[in-house]
């Protein structure tokens, strides 16, 4: 644990980074992936409805499960006197429940029969024989009134994301990710086949919330760190980007496992304490969602953010700015190694595709273009640089503090680790 | 609201004399635990919905208010206790009575209710069990309204009736009650060929003499079930008066209107009916037969759900569809009556829409299930926060258990205020809550630690460090809000519990983390053990992976920041 503190702190500084910006392909593809699986099992598998969206009758009666329990039930519901009970669904419950499920009942006629009939068979009054009952037309109405509430707080999230982050990209990405979490966490319902029932709705909109939430942790460190980015050469956005997400790395598994572990508890007894109910079904929306929710706001959101930032001419300048930048420095290492054969050529976090966004018609920006691009791609990738004790000689300029939007615009020594550069 | 920089030992005994309050509100109120949903405890939940059965739509709410409070005596009527009627949305009505799995129950509370106009063919005071009232005697007489247009069809504002299958007279016998006695009195009156009379042969019914022997034996205290096309035995409201009745002269939805008013030069509270044409017809041929007889079968009743609502006397004939109906009223009473004979006549039916029934034994299983996870869900969240911060644990756990108490004793005080039932939802969300409540010490801690790396000291870097976390917490629990908020507006039935404990719990995450973490905090920074970066303290220089805890001298100046001097401590 305090390791992972450890890792928190390189983390923040910057020393210790994962390209997410720069490895978003794969990660993109993981999520492409795992999109498909998700509407592969809901078309194949569709969601299993529950009687309070479809209405229905559902009783339950404690009993000790036998071989026979399921097919003398059904025999016994036969037998009742209510008509059209054929397609009736007799399963159980652990070992002490049976449960049936039927369409719906007229309350005053049928379902005293059906219960009745249930408890002659497991041998309990009949006044112990728990049910619920829907009308058809009341479960219509659920459904209406789940959509409506589904639509009613898509629209809301995506007005405070909206009005939050007062910038359409963002807005976007975020609303991606949403999607995203929204669509895994109804696909993977879909793959282990629970029910959906009122209570899985309800953690569906919940994650919603959550997923936002994710988001916004990370795109106001983001925010942060891009404040007054085309002020200085230090860092292109995506750069910038990718340290805030390395920045709120430890804080976002913090939070997700510090939220996920009452879920899990929750799914623990819904799914084998009581073995069916509100409990179960809600907590398997939230762990899903909320997993997803810290996933797409790191691997998803910010990437979509910085690649689309990336398009903005302003953005393509500084690129290119940085570009520049670098390319001189490291000519001038180059010219130092020869001389002084130091081994130090700054190992960058950088975005490796970097050339891809700098198009031609920017050579318009007094750069050699061929060398820039050579130049980036020599710094280029790196992927979790954990760098020899760089600091320990130079201690002091570690410890220096020096404010951010402070940084960005003094000139900085670059052949130094950025860890101890800017902050 | 956040300037806690100054007294936070204020703060905290502002939180105590808070916490205190509520639990000697609690001591007052002698209630302990809080209120069970049905679905922890047993019981049976029952919606109805109303709908307008001549299909224009709209309930009235103060239809529906009345409805339920028809309803609810019909619940109480089955002698069960702690049931509740209540409203929901526009056109619902939900009835929760505990520990109850009748089958009876249903059926009562999803029947219609029928206003109907029965002539009176015997009447009888008998011993009240309590004191009479006035306006129980049947003083009461029926009298054309002196200055009203005399013609049906001009004032005729009601639409013609039209007749639905709900509001039609159930035509055969409703099975016995399971109370009722081995042989049933009310099937003394119903003829051997058990066949019915319409409204329009009403007037020509004669009790049987099996029936007139039955009626002796009759007290308020038999349940007999009311069967529209035959004779009925009922009481009044106050049991101070039985009587037979004859089959339905006029079924309520024939009555248009029904108001409580004073009539010009006059000082007496009177209700003035109107019926429509169908009704005021069958009025008039029924009032000249009755005024002609005498006391008491110049009398007719208006019968509610098998009671006697008020049996006026009849001394004349009253043509033209409008009758009042005067005696001892006073303006509540005159307005109940009207009320009642409204309802008689609303184009109201109740659909059952939803029946949830769960054993006892359901309920305890999941109310231990609940528990269960609560507990779970809270020892998995203290440990990982031990483990990952240590000392801060103790924070954790301190400003969890606050955050607990004030979440049971609202839970506990608003369900004896205001009838708030915990039900697993309820307990779900409040164990999802445990997560929300503890990430924003998270936020708070990651913050501080940030601002350690960064180089303040510790002291310096909990304010600095709250005042980014604040806004970071305040985002996250406008997002829970939000979600609480949506979802208790438009989700339907036990899911509200979970947006209400959701919403409920994230105001006092708010609360504790304002009023309690942070200053505790901010004391704790000034202890040796805290603020000295102790190994175990979470916020030692190793655990934060920097060199050493910057002293608190140790800063150089930065935008924005008060000036601290420069000096590296290692």
């Not at chain 1, 956005?237 to 929750?266: D, F, H, K, M, W």
């Amino acid at each position: 644990m305090s390791k992972l503190s450890a890792i928190g702190h390189r983390l923040y500084t910057g020393e210790v980074s994962y390209d997410f910006i720069g490895h978003r392909r794969r990660w993109y593809i993981v999520s492409a992936i795992l999109i498909a699986v998700s509407l592969l099992a809901l078309a194949v598998r569709g969601l299993d409805f529950g009687i309070e969206f479809k209405g229905g009758a559902d009783f339950k009666a404690a009993t000790t499960v036998t071989a026979q329990t399921v097919d003398s039930m059904k025999d016994a519901l036969r037998d009742s006197g209510v008509p059209n009970l054929d397609d009736a669904t007799v399963n159980t419950i652990g070992n002490n429940q049976v449960r049936v499920q039927t369409r719906t009942l007229d309350p005053t006629e049928e379902v005293p029969k059906v219960r009745t009939a249930i408890a002659n068979e497991v041998g309990i009054p009949p006044d112990q024989v728990a049910y619920s009952l829907i009308g058809a037309s009341w479960g219509g109405q659920i459904t209406e009134r789940a959509l409506i509430a589904l639509g009613v707080f898509l629209a809301l999230v995506a007005l405070v994301i909206g009005i939050y982050f007062r910038d359409a990209k963002m807005s976007a990405a975020a609303l991606i990710a949403l999607v995203h979490d929204l669509v895994l966490t109804i696909g993977i319902y879909a793959l282990v086949g629970f029910t959906v029932t009122p209570a899985t709705l309800i953690g569906v909109l919940t994650i919603l919330g959550y997923s936002l939430y994710d988001t916004v942790v990370v795109f106001d460190k983001v925010r942060e760190n891009v404040r007054d980015i085309l002020s200085s050469t230090a860092r292109t956005y995506s750069e910038a980007a990718n340290l805030a997400v390395n920045q709120v790395l430890v804080r976002s598994i913090n939070t997700t496992i510090i939220g996920v572990l009452p879920v899990v508890a929750l799914l623990f007894a819904g799914a084998v304490i009581l073995g069916e109910g509100p409990l179960k079904d809600l907590a398997l929306a939230l762990f899903v969602g909320m997993v997803s929710g810290a996933y797409s706001s790191i691997f998803i959101a910010t990437p979509l953010l910085a690649q689309m930032k990336e398009r903005e001419p302003d953005m393509r300048k500084l690129a290119a700015r940085v570009r520049a930048r670098r390319a001189k420095e490291a000519q001038k290492e180059r010219v130092a190694a020869t001389t002084a054969s130091s081994p130090s050529s700054a190992p960058e976090v950088t975005r490796p595709s970097l050339a891809e966004a700098v198009e031609p018609s920017n050579a318009e920006l007094e750069q050699p273009s061929s060398a820039t691009g050579n130049g980036a791609k020599r710094v280029g990738p790196v992927e979790v640089a954990v760098k020899p004790d760089v600091r320990s000689p130079r201690e002091g300029a570690h410890r220096e503090g020096v404010h951010r939007e402070g940084a960005a615009k003094r000139p900085q020594p670059q052949n130094k680790p950025r860890s101890q550069r800017k902050k | 609201m956040a300037t806690t920089t100054g007294h936070p030992g204020r703060i905290l005994i502002a939180l105590a004399v808070l916490v205190a309050g509520l639990i000697t509100l609690l001591a007052v109120s002698g209630t302990w635990t809080p209120k069970l949903g049905l679905d922890l405890r047993g019981g049976t939940t029952i919606t109805l919905t109303a709908k307008n059965t001549t299909g224009s739509g709209t309930v009235d709410p103060n239809s529906l208010q009345l409805a339920k409070s028809i309803i609810q005596s019909r619940v109480d009527s089955l002698g069960v206790g702690e049931s509740e009627v209540t409203t929901s949305g526009d056109n619902q009505i939900v009835v929760t009575v505990p520990n109850v799995q009748q089958d009876e129950l249903v059926r009562l509370v999803g029947q219609t209710a029928v206003l109907r106009f029965r002539a009176v063919y015997a009447a009888e005071q008998i011993q009240p069990p309590a004191q009479p009232s006035a306006s129980a005697e049947p003083t009461q007489g029926a009298t054309a309204p002196p200055s009203s247009e005399p013609t049906a069809g001009t004032s005729e504002e009601a639409k013609p009736p039209e007749p639905s299958a709900t509001n039609k007279p159930n035509n055969k016998p409703m099975p016995a009650l399971p109370t009722a006695p081995p042989v049933p009195l009310d099937k003394a009156c119903v003829p051997a060929d058990g066949k019915g009379t319409p409204p329009d042969q009403a007037l020509d019914w004669q009790p049987s003499e099996g029936c007139q022997s039955a009626f002796a034996e009759f007290t308020c205290e038999t349940k007999v079930t009311e069967v529209p096309d035959q004779g009925l035995f009922a009481c009044n409201q106050e049991k101070t008066e039985k009587y037979l009745l004859g089959p339905t002269l006029i079924e309520g939805n024939q009555l248009a209107s029904a108001v409580a008013g004073i009539p010009q030069n006059n000082v007496n509270w009177v209700v003035n009916l109107e019926f429509n044409p169908q009704g005021a017809a069958a009025f008039e041929t029924a009032t000249r037969e009755l005024s002609q007889k005498s006391d008491p079968q110049n009398r007719f009743a208006i019968v509610l759900d098998g009671v006697s609502i008020s049996a006026p006397s009849v001394n004349e004939p009253i043509p033209g569809g409008r009758a009042e109906i005067s005696g001892n009223f006073t303006q509540k009473s005159a307005t109940e009556l009207a009320n009642v004979l409204k309802y008689g006549a609303l184009p109201l039916a109740f659909d059952v829409s939803e029946v949830n029934n769960v054993s006892a034994t359901l309920g305890g299983e999941q109310l231990r299930a609940g528990i269960i996870a609560g507990i779970i869900g809270l020892a998995l969240v203290v440990g990982y926060c031990f483990l990952y911060y240590r000392g801060l644990g103790i924070v954790v756990v301190a400003s969890l258990a606050i955050g607990g108490v004030i979440t049971y004793a609202c839970m506990v005080l608003l369900g004896s205020s205001v009838g708030f039932a915990l039900n697993l939802p309820g307990i779900a969300g409040a164990i999802v809550a445990i997560g929300i409540t503890a990430d924003s010490f998270v936020i708070f801690f990651e913050r501080i630690r940030d601002e350690v790396r960064e180089g303040r000291s510790l002291r310096t870097a909990v304010e600095t460090g709250w005042r980014r976390a604040r806004q970071t917490i305040l985002i996250a629990d406008t997002v829970s809000m939000l979600s609480a908020l949506v979802l208790f507006v438009l989700a339907v039935g036990a899911v509200k519990g979970f947006a209400f404990t959701l919403g409920l719990t994230t105001l006092i995450d708010v609360l504790v983390v304002f009023f309690f973490t942070k200053p505790l905090m901010t004391l704790l920074a000034r202890t040796k053990f805290f603020g000295g970066g102790h190994k175990l303290s979470g916020l030692d220089p190793a655990h934060l992976g920097v060199q050493a805890l910057p002293g608190s001298r140790s800063r150089r100046p930065t935008v924005g920041r008060p000036a601290a001097v420069s000096e590296e401590g290692a």
